[in-house]
């Protein structure tokens, strides 16, 4: 659990970051959930690891294949599906 609360705590830096600064922090974001995943997320975090996950391989323009199938199995039921419509 600690590796998603870091990466989604860098997720949420990177969205307020400056331009110059955001790719480290989805970088960082990345490694930490892509850490969560494999370490086993806990069943309630696991659809926001994965959609937080997904923004990140958007964001670093990675893993497109894998972004999109995170999406699709998360968005419908996300509290955040305008912003997952929209990615």
């Known amino acids: ?21 955001a790719p480290d922090h989805w970088a960082k974001a990345r490694q ?5 995943l494999t370490d086993g997320a806990p069943e309630a975090d696991l659809a926001r690891l994965k959609y937080r996950l997904a923004k990140t391989y958007l964001q670093l323009n990675v893993e497109a294949d894998k972004a999109i199938e995170y999406l ?16």
């Open 32 to 36: 930490y959930l892509q850490q969560g």
């Open 1 to 21: 659990e600690a590796a998603f609360l870091l990466g989604s705590a860098h997720a949420k830096a990177a969205e307020k970051a400056l331009p110059t600064a």
């Open 72 to 87: 699709e199995e998360t968005v419908p039921a996300s509290d955040a599906r305008a912003e997952g419509y929209n990615l």
